[in-house]
């Protein structure tokens, strides 16, 4: 079976960092990705990593280990607008439809 | 990044009528798009998965006579809701995949079902 975890909520301080870490275990595996959502808007591409390591992309990175069926999205410098759900996803194989994580929805408070 | 397109963003209707919702990809071709709901605080459910020029493959429990997916080309693929009743209002979004299976999602279409 495909299972993604990912904690349901989190609450962080504006200025400060947190860490979103997810967990998977899926049949195949071709790259993670991490998306944003807004309430009421659709989801919008954050990363996308294949390969072991950090990928670093202005105030956001993720990080990603094949071995240990896991990463996280690292945000730092919060600001409130980046209140909003993060969802990880796992590409299986060519084009099948990505496996979603139900989300982690990010509350920052000042 | 590439920019996929939903058309309409917004739509009421009466119970009973059919809904066409067209989701185009702008910049690049996609030969294959997915169709999801979503409703309110709850995750993306996939609905179907459509490949040009060949039949959809949809997932279990969703009514492929209800949700009537065409993709005619590698830049367009249409969802009509045929005779949809109240439980059918919900958020319906479409993502189209490039070659490097990322998947770019359409702004979604706010369906509303009176």
């Known amino acids: 079976g495909q299972n993604i975890d990912q904690p349901t909520e989190m609450t962080a301080t504006e200025g400060a960092i947190v860490q979103i870490n997810c967990t998977y275990q899926?049949?195949?595996?071709?790259?993670l990705f991490w998306y944003q959502q807004h309430a009421g808007e659709a989801p919008t591409f954050l990363s996308y990593n294949v390969l072991d390591g950090l990928e670093e992309k202005g105030r956001f990175s993720s990080f990603l280990s094949r071995s240990k069926g896991y990463s996280y999205l690292l945000l730092k410098e919060l600001q409130m607008k980046d209140s909003a759900s993060y969802l990880c996803?796992?590409?299986?194989?060519?084009?099948?439809?990505?496996?979603f994580g139900k989300g982690t929805r990010l509350s920052v408070i000042a | 990044g590439a920019v996929v397109s939903q058309h309409p963003s917004r739509v009421i209707c009466k119970s009973g009528t059919s809904v066409k919702i067209e989701c185009r990809s702008l910049d690049f071709q996609a030969t294959t798009m997915f169709w999801y709901r979503q409703f309110p605080k709850q995750s993306l459910m996939l609905m179907a998965t459509?490949?040009?020029?060949?039949?959809?493959?949809?997932e279990q429990g969703v009514e492929k006579d209800k949700f009537l997916i065409n993709h005619a080309s590698l830049t367009l693929s249409t969802l009509t809701v045929t005779s949809a009743h109240p439980e059918d209002s919900s958020f319906y979004i479409c993502s189209a995949s490039s070659e490097t299976d990322t998947q770019y999602f359409g702004p979604g279409t706010r369906l509303t079902v009176l």
């Open positions: 996803a796992v590409a299986r194989s060519g084009n099948t439809p990505l496996v």
């Open positions: 899926t049949s195949g595996f071709n790259g």
């Open positions: 459509s490949n040009e020029g060949s039949k959809a493959t949809y």
